[in-house]
């Protein structure tokens, strides 16, 4: 409301996100911050190693990230879909076919994130849920590394659609392969039986509100949604 707005005119909003969350959490706190321009934000982006520190820690405000914590307390919303989609360089042969088989898929040459990373882990749980392997080619530790690998040739992978959110529609070929996008979310975080400030709560409201809604690209459709 109204008056709650005026009641936030200044305040701290100490956040972190995980890596691949730096696709939408600066656009995000960017209008947040325009709203309230008395907040003062910080926004750190690292791994999920230094997240669940920090978590533990109790440091920040909020967490944004792609699967909640298991071996912490904490309070997770979903803010967001995060589907998991199967790029390919454009002019790849698979690039037009429809419903393409997981096994066929999974003999492709795969470029992989780091171990740790969310999106290998899901991909990974996807395959091996099927009883497939698929055989890394290349092991890069950045969505943009592997974008690059991709459009070089070098093989196919999946990642967030969020990655794409900066590129030119038809830059990649998002493939039709049965059993993708793996439908995941994002997460906002914070440790349970923490009170959060008014600042934060605001921002958490925001994100209910416009996290979904919010455009990330012309050449980003929408998936189904599901809610957990
Ligand atoms: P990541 O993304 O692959 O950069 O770890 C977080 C997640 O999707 O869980």
């Not at 750190?44 to 440091?59: F, I, P, W």
């Not at 995060?82 to 003999?107: E, F, G, Q, S, T």
């Amino acid at each position: 409301s109204v008056a709650e707005r005026r009641g936030l005119k200044q305040g701290q909003l100490s956040l972190m996100a995980i890596t691949t969350a730096s696709y939408f959490a600066p656009r995000l706190l960017g209008e947040f911050s325009k709203l309230y321009p008395g907040i003062e934000v910080s926004l750190r982006v690292t791994n999920k190693e230094q997240v669940l520190a920090s978590m533990a820690d109790g440091l920040d405000d909020l967490y944004l990230v792609g699967q909640p914590p298991e071996h912490i307390d904490v309070v997770a919303t979903p803010i967001m879909d995060n589907p998991i989609v199967v790029l390919a360089a454009p002019d790849h042969p698979l690039a037009h076919r429809k419903k393409i088989p997981l096994d066929r898929i999974a003999a492709e040459p795969w470029l992989m994130r780091e171990k740790g990373s969310g999106t290998r882990n899901a991909i990974e749980r996807m395959f091996s849920g099927h009883g497939l392997n698929i055989h890394p080619r290349l092991e890069l530790g950045s969505n943009e590394a592997i974008k690059q690998a991709i459009l070089a040739g070098l093989g196919i992978s999946a990642l967030s659609r969020h990655a794409l959110a900066l590129n030119q529609p038809g830059q990649f070929a998002i493939l039709d392969v049965e059993g993708f996008p793996i439908l995941r979310h994002w997460y906002a975080v914070y440790p349970a039986g923490r009170q959060l400030s008014v600042v934060a709560r605001a921002f958490l409201d925001y994100l209910l509100e416009h996290g979904e809604a919010a455009p990330l690209s012309p050449s980003i459709k929408r998936s189904a949604r599901t809610r957990i």
